[in-house]
Nanobody
Framework: QVRLVQSEGGSVQSGGSLRLSCAVSGAGYSGYRRYCMGWFRQTPGKEREAVASVDNDGRTGYADSVSGRFSISQDNAKNTMYLQMNSLKPLDTAMYYC?????????????????WGQGTQVTVSA
């Protein structure tokens, strides 16, 4: 079993910054030699979309809408993943989810992921 616990989100004004974290635990995860970890977001009535991903080799991927503003990282010693969000815009307002899956294919495809965090709300006001 794999468990993902996310930090709280928050509310900021446009142009502000937030950092989200996601702690991963569980015997199943520790056995993944190759894996993707990702951040996704969803707003009411819309499908969950990819934000950023990182694999076991540190390769990252970003959605075009956040490239240059958001940064994903991982601390292997702490089994924790982070999403640093800068220059936030009202369009970034969403529920954010972290996720993990075995293998390094399709790291930005949400329905390929097996395990999900509980979600955390990020609200950006104009």
């Amino acid at each position: 079993q794999v468990r993902l616990v996310q930090s709280e989100g928050g509310s900021v004004q446009s142009g502000g910054s937030l950092r989200l974290s996601c702690a991963v635990s569980g015997a199943g995860y520790s056995g993944y030699r190759r894996y993707c970890m990702g951040w996704f977001r969803q707003t009411p009535g819309k499908e969950r979309e990819a934000v950023a991903s990182v694999d076991n080799d540190g390769r990252t991927g970003y959605a075009d809408s956040v490239s240059g503003r958001f940064s994903i990282s991982q601390d292997n010693a702490k089994n924790t993943m982070y999403l640093q969000m800068n220059s936030l815009k009202p369009l970034d307002t969403a529920m954010y989810y972290c996720a993990v899956k075995p293998g390094i294919a399709d790291c930005l495809v949400p329905w390929k992921y097996n395990y999900w965090g509980q979600g955390t709300q990020v609200t950006v006001s104009a």
